[in-house]
């Protein structure tokens, strides 16, 4: 089975501070991705990668940056934490080719105070 | 504008009482189209992947339909382990590749 591993489940930190996110899977995926979920907006993604040192903005990047430097590990940074980055964030993975499914893992519950 | 919409986005059940999760969306050449349950505090969790119209997968009391347009999740006779949000996710073209965009899901509760 297909396992996305994400450093913390819980974290609390304060605004300003730069805070890193971590994200390994074990599959060998190309592709990699971060999502923010929120009550009542769903998953909306934040960045991608569809290979080492490679990343795309997806629908709201503004705040974040992200950096994959080996193929199974994808970082997603919060620059300055503002209070509305408190969210839930998850990490997926998945292959390229086909319509291949993403994998998750079980998210980091992130607030800022 | 919302390229998947999921309806409803609540739907409280008796156990027993079958029904239907409905996902619209709007790509034309569709690569992919996903059905995912995500129970509260865990990532979302793989169930099926259709293709074309007219195709169904099943798997225990879960049938999902495709057509042009829109997919179904039926819940056949639902047992409160049910329970969870169900969340529907497309692929659509983004530059050289396709990236899975998701509706905003439909939470089912389903009622001893």
């Known amino acids: 089975d297909v396992k996305v591993t994400q450093s913390s489940r819980y974290l609390v930190k304060r605004t300003g501070e730069k805070v890193f996110l971590e994200c390994v899977q074990d599959m060998d995926h190309e592709n990699m991705f971060w999502y923010r979920q929120d009550p009542g907006l769903g998953l909306r993604l934040i960045y991608f990668s569809y290979d080492v040192k490679m990343k795309e903005k997806g629908d709201i990047p503004e705040g974040y940056s992200v950096s994959r430097e080996k193929k199974e590990r994808f970082s997603l940074i919060l620059e300055s934490a503002s209070t509305n980055q408190t969210s839930m964030y998850l990490c997926?993975?998945?292959?390229?080719?086909?319509?291949?499914?993403?994998?998750f893992g079980d998210g980091t519950r992130l607030s800022i105070l | 504008e919302d390229q998947v919409t999921q309806s409803p986005e609540a739907l409280r059940l008796q156990e027993g009482e079958s029904s239907s999760l409905n996902c619209s969306y709007t790509v034309s050449g569709l690569r992919g189209l996903f059905w995912y349950r995500q129970d509260p505090g865990k990532g979302p969790e793989f169930l099926f992947t259709l293709y074309s119209a007219g195709e169904e997968k099943e798997k225990e009391r879960l049938k999902a339909t495709l057509t042009k347009k829109e997919s179904f999740l039926h819940i056949t006779a639902p047992k409160p382990e049910d329970s969870a949000t169900y969340l529907c996710?497309?692929?659509?073209?983004?530059?050289?590749?396709?990236?899975?965009?998701f509706g905003r899901g439909t939470s089912l509760i389903v009622h001893p």
């Open positions: 996710a497309v692929l659509f073209p983004s530059g050289g590749s396709y990236i899975p965009t």
């Open positions: 997926a993975s998945r292959p390229t080719g086909g319509g291949q499914p993403q994998h």
